[in-house]
């Protein structure tokens, strides 16, 4: 019986095709249930469309203006949720005036009742003018639809081609409300497609390589992205656009240029990739730098791609010569330690073996937030028996697992880590990272640190209620 029905679930029966223990005499389909409407009842964990575009996507590029077009609330929403910082560094050499101005700065229309039964356009219209003015140095501006202005239609590219004209930089209009799938997974690809619809084309690259490549799906989280560029330097490889951490508008103009296009993410971006190479013939190439075995898979695939497998090799062997006298010190003292990841989809199976392979952990516990079918495949394969794979859980269900499973830390969210801290267990952020970046090599070393640190706490002995584990 591979599906299960929690105790705290009895009054909502449905969410048992959403829970699954691995059984691998089970058939290949066998997977939760996913992609869909969080049942009603459960206390979700998950995001909106409107979140999954300005948060994940958009929001990372460091010299465009974001306007949302909603109450104040998604507004404020929509500011600094994501940790992706961003250099002042511009393709053509020059600097952009403000750090980290993707972090700093949002606007919005502030919309009023009056605004929804009026309509909200002119309104639209005139932020937008006056947000340029206030930031003269933004090189374009992204406006967004939210579930309000989706509910009373505004037409948003109706007022990004009027107004680009007038103010003669482009506005890009996001159509993805808060509603417009069961998750953040819908607003990805909507972001897609906007931007590979509006922009990809219409500009070209200072120069050209024979090595250049798009890093699509690399949203530069806590630096990640700076330590796989610093790879590809090393190997000779140009990263001609990221898609989309510290990028610059125009990057995604050239990205049709690319010799090679690497995902990184590829929940959130392969759409793109596919885009590109159906109408530019730019392949490309799915990649995996969690943890030292992908990690040195992937860059000799890389290596191997472009003819240049010494270079890659180079450059695994220096990082590994680094890291490995430590990472061997922190497997001995992580070695059987139970685990249970939490993320949106994707780190789901990047960590897994890893964590076991590298470290010496056991996954007793896997759950995504919006992961879709070809992404519990992959996880389902990279578990051991027994592991429990979780769709979309809610907030009993979590306090279930904890209570059953037992793990000895969890990799989540903010949202997941003080409800863990309650009930006694370490917790570290696996999306946004306590002491990043995690990726690459070195990357690995900072989250096994991060992971022994925060068991090892002495915190834990000196708790005065009674632990649930
Ligand atoms: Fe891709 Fe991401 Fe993820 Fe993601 Fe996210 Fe994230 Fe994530 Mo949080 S883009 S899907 S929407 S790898 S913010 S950097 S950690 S849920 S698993």
């Given amino acids: 019986m591979p ?17 699954y223990v691995k059984s691998s005499s089970d058939p290949e389909g066998d997977i939760p249930l996913c992609n869909t409407k969080t049942i009603p009842g459960c206390m979700t964990e998950r995001g909106c469309a409107f979140a999954g575009a300005k948060g994940v996507i958009t929001g990372a590029i460091k010299d465009a203006l974001h306007v949302i077009h909603s109450p104040v609330g998604c507004t404020a929403y929509g500011y600094g949720t994501k940790r992706y910082p961003t250099s002042q560094d511009m393709p053509d050499g020059s600097r952009f005036p403000i750090e980290n101005f993707n972090l700093k ?27 340029v003015k206030e930031f003269p140095e933004a090189n374009a501006v992204y406006i967004y639809a939210t579930c309000t202005t989706g509910l009373i239609g505004d037409d ?20 993805a409300p808060g509603f417009a799938g069961p998750t953040q997974s819908k607003g990805h690809q909507v972001a897609n497609h906007t931007l590979f619809e509006t922009l990809v084309g219409t500009a070209e690259p200072p120069e050209t390589t024979g090595y250049d490549v798009n890093l699509i799906g690399e949203y530069n989280i806590d630096g990640d992205l700076w330590v796989l560029k610093k790879y590809f330097e090393e190997m000779g490889i140009n990263v001609l656009s990221t898609f989309t951490g510290d990028c610059c508008h125009d990057e995604i103009k050239w990205m049709h240029r690319a010799r090679l296009s690497l995902v990184r993410c590829q929940r959130s971006a392969t759409y793109i990739a596919r885009l590109l190479e159906e109408k530019y013939n730019v392949p490309y190439m799915k990649v995996d730098f969690f943890g030292i075995r992908y990690c040195r898979e992937n860059l000799m695939a890389i290596g191997d791609y472009f003819g240049i497998p ?116 370490p917790c570290i952020l696996i999306h946004s990272y306590e002491n990043g970046p995690y990726i690459g090599f070195e990357g690995f070393l900072n989250l096994a640190r991060d992971i022994h640190a925060s068991i090892y706490n002495p915190v834990w002995e000196m708790l005065e209620f009674e632990k649930v584990v």
């Avoid at 009056?114 to 309104?123: A, L, R, T």
């Avoid at 109706?158 to 890009?172: C, F, L, M, P, Q």
């Avoid at 890659?312 to 139970?338: H, S, T």
């Fill in 310 to 425: 010494e270079r890659a090799e180079k450059v695994i062997n220096d990082r590994l010569e680094k890291i490995e006298p430590e990472l061997e010190y922190l497997k001995e003292k992580l070695r059987g330690k139970k685990v249970w990841v939490f993320s949106g989809g994707p780190k789901n199976w990047h960590l897994p073996e890893p964590l076991e392979e590298e470290l010496g952990m056991e996954v007793v516990a896997v759950s995504t937030m919006f992961e879709h079918e070809d992404g519990y495949e992959k996880i389902k394969k990279r578990v051991r028996e027994e592991t429990v794979i979780v769709d979309d859980p809610n907030s009993l269900e979590m306090e279930e697992i904890i209570e059953n499973y037992k793990p000895d830390i969890i990799l989540s969210g903010i949202k997941e880590k003080y409800l863990a801290h309650k009930l006694g267990v």
């Fill in 156 to 175: 948003m590219d109706a007022v990004a081609r009027e107004v680009s004209n007038e103010i003669g930089k482009d506005v890009v209009s996001i159509n």
């Fill in 3 to 19: 599906f299960k029905l929690f105790e705290v679930d009895r009054e909502i029966p449905d969410r048992e095709k959403h829970i």
């Fill in 105 to 131: 700065y949002i606007t919005g229309t502030d919309l009023k009742e009056s605004d929804v039964v009026f309509g909200g356009m002119d309104k639209l219209k005139r932020c937008i003018i006056e947000a």
